[in-house]
């Protein structure tokens, strides 16, 4: 999935089992995917998502404008407060199940977009 990104650019490789295989790395549960880095999100299901649970997302803001929250294998939505405070940092979000946001993440990497996922494993 990750042929012509840059070197050090963090492409999804796969998921499922529970995590995710990111540039040859396995990561265990949620996480939380920028261009150069990863790290584990405390966030197991939808009713979790909290305007907290993305702190290091809006901490990120200019450097990230479009966050693909994959949402596991549930309808996705995304709770008003978390969808203001995204907006507020100029964050546009977009919900989808988990293998849509993996498969849109690495697209618009590819693209050299600012973006990151926020995603539920699955």
Avoid: Q
Wanted: glycine fraction near 10%; hydrophobic fraction near 45%; charge should be neutral.
């Amino acid at each position: 999935m990750s042929e012509g990104l840059s070197p050090g650019r963090k492409a999804i490789a796969s998921y499922g089992d529970g995590g995710f295989r990111i540039a040859d790395e396995r990561h265990d549960g949620s996480v939380l995917v920028f261009p150069d880095r990863v790290m584990a999100w405390p966030v197991s299901r939808k009713a979790d998502l909290a305007p907290e649970s993305f702190r290091e997302v809006t901490a990120a803001a200019g450097a990230v404008d479009i966050l693909l929250l994959g949402c596991g294998s549930e309808i996705p939505t995304v709770p008003r407060a978390v969808r203001d405070i995204l907006k507020a940092h100029r964050i546009v979000v977009d919900a989808m199940d988990t293998g849509a946001a993996c498969r849109t993440y690495n697209v618009l990497l590819g693209e050299g977009r600012a973006v990151a996922a926020a995603l539920i494993a699955v």
